[in-house]
């Protein structure tokens, strides 16, 4: 007791509460990693490697080439999301770090789940380089945000202006359909209208301060994420040798990514063919055309990242804590500087 109340005067804890939490935190990072294994097992077991090597080899050197680039591309645009969230937090961290840690992210994210590339991913490779989870979680939030926003707006273009047509056993009319496009495009004015003009533009979420983007950021989310998505959708539309339309394709698409989340399946295996067959199969498309697409879409824009992001991703674990080092020191662990004006 003597001992104990030594310890408390002078400020310091027992020896044992000091060792508690970093073995604690050793055992969580186990067990994600033993996650991540799990998933990959699980995901590679699902793919059909036979006919994913036979589609890539049915398309010219041109189209993979193009494909290829749009890719590239599609990526480089999901790291301007944590660029974006780099300038709303106000943290340090060097554009090439940010862009890599969030190719990493987003390549296990649409592969294996959010849980995994944007939560877990994004915690695990933001904090070893020093930025405090408060900061984390804001660049994972607007990010999130940014991905949804442009999927908002170009959805609510494509339903409100009857671009696509849902198969007849989905119960869903087309005048509804138009009704929830124009519901879309509305949330969309009022978040565009509360970044202008709102005078309330700070809350606190769980501890978590959360500030509402300018106009200008705002615009940029839309920009952005609207673009991405349009590059995928430009992907699938190569690998279909241009035979439909590309606003179908796309529309096809955001059906098939909301399908996907709503499922919770590893890069919604199994529910991006059913979606795509069952709106552009028959008239549109032969099966075997769009099951040949999609196969090809599924290896080089989930597979070849993913297995690139693993590699990258053990090279920044061993550099970490030199890049950590040589990172400045300012707005680590604090607020950013849009949080106290609500600019950008």
Known sequence: MKHDDSSRRHGRQPKQKQGRWPVIKKMLTALFFIAVVVLLVVYARKVDWGDVAQAITHYSRRSVLIVTGLVVVSYLLYGIYDLIGRAYCGHKLAVSQVMLVSFICYAFTLTLSTWVGGIGMRYRLYSRLGLSNSAITR???????????????????????????????????????????????????????CCAFAKHRRWTVRGQKLVLPSLRMAGMQLLVSCTNWMVMAAI?????????????????????????????????????????????????????????????????????????????????????????????????????????????
């Open 139 to 193: 660049i994972f939030s607007l990010s999130l945000a940014t991905n949804w926003l442009g999927y908002i707006l170009l959805a609510g273009v494509v339903c409100a202006f009857g671009v696509i047509k849902l198969p007849g056993k989905w119960d869903i009319s087309d005048i509804a359909l138009r009704l929830i496009g124009i519901g879309l495009l509305l949330f969309i004015a009022a978040y565009l209208w």
């Open 236 to 344: 699938i539309y190569v690998l279909l040798n241009n035979k439909a339309d590309f606003p179908l394709v796309l529309g096809v698409l955001l059906v098939s990514s909301i399908a996907g989340v709503i499922v919770h399946i590893p890069a919604g295996i199994g529910v991006l063919e059913a979606v795509f067959v069952a709106m552009l199969g028959g008239e549109h498309l032969s099966h075997g055309t769009i099951i040949a697409a999609l196969l090809a879409y599924r290896a080089i824009y989930f597979i070849a990242p993913l297995l690139l992001a693993i590699v990258l991703y053990f090279g920044l674990e061993s550099r970490a804590d030199a890049l950590r080092a040589k990172t400045p020191s300012r707005d680590k662990n604090v607020g950013p500087d849009i949080a106290e004006d609500g600019e950008s």
